[in-house]
């Protein structure tokens, strides 16, 4: 079978792959992803014509769930990607079966992947995944967004953080109790505050609560909103004070009736035991959280 895993050394064909998929990455962003996460695990080619043509990257995390007692050995299917003269005859939809096989054989549960367009729901549906993640996406104003936080709420103690050491920690902590929900790897948590801080972001973290942010123009972009009731307008105010913004989109997990629920990750079972977990699951708003999108 023309599938390949391949590292660092195969970086110049990926990036070539990756550029003639989305070409409005910069080649320095691409090589930063490549840092953190390329290897000969995590990275999937198929080959013709004596080089790769199609990748998939497919990085490791876990499923967590509430009581702690289920979990799921998790990849996430990531830069999927085909050469334009290659596309059209199923050579990523052979892969990504390859991929599906080789991975079950190694004790992984089940795959997941976030689709860029809604056209891409569909096609992965075609391909066996099915959906299950939700998030709660909301744009407002600044005023909007502040309506009835006190700006002598209590700020201090919260950190901004431009490195990410111990943002996955916190994070992990404060969605402890989510029902379902993905705990991403330490260096890929920093890969993302990096990416975040590249465009002028930050981490704002503080006792029970985290927010990823990007501003961009007038408009602050929250990745990830995560944060206990009780911290919800003290964490305002501290994004607040750091950031100046007209207006905001935050991303955050479903916690209510009524939020803003949007479909976002979908997931392949690769063994019984995640069916049954999904199953079990599925009605308790699954949070995936970051997408690297």
Known sequence: ??????????????????????????????????????????????????????????????????????????????????????????????????????????GVDACFLHPASPALFKYYERLGYQTYFHTNETTQSVQDFLHGVCKTDECRGFRFDIDGVGAAARRNLVLSGHPAWVEWPDKLVSYAVKLAVSAGGAVVLGDGCWALCEPYQNTLFIREWVCRPEFENALKCAVSSKFKFDSVTIRKPVLQAGDTEKEFGMVYPLTKKAQRLFAKTKNCAPYMGLAFD
């Open 1 to 106: 079978m023309p599938i390949e895993y391949v590292g660092k050394k195969a970086a110049p064909q990926l990036t070539d792959i990756w550029l003639d998929a989305f070409s409005d990455d910069s080649p320095e962003s691409i090589i930063e992803f490549f840092n953190f996460a390329l290897s000969s695990e995590t990275c999937a080619v198929w080959v013709e014509d004596g080089r790769p043509v199609s990748m998939v990257f497919v990085l490791p995390s876990v499923l967590k769930t509430a009581a702690n007692t289920d979990t799921l050995n998790l990849r996430y299917v990531y830069a999927a990607a085909t050469l334009t003269p290659y596309r059209g005859r199923g050579l990523f939809r052979q892969l990504l079966e390859q991929v599906h096989k080789g991975l079950e054989s190694k």
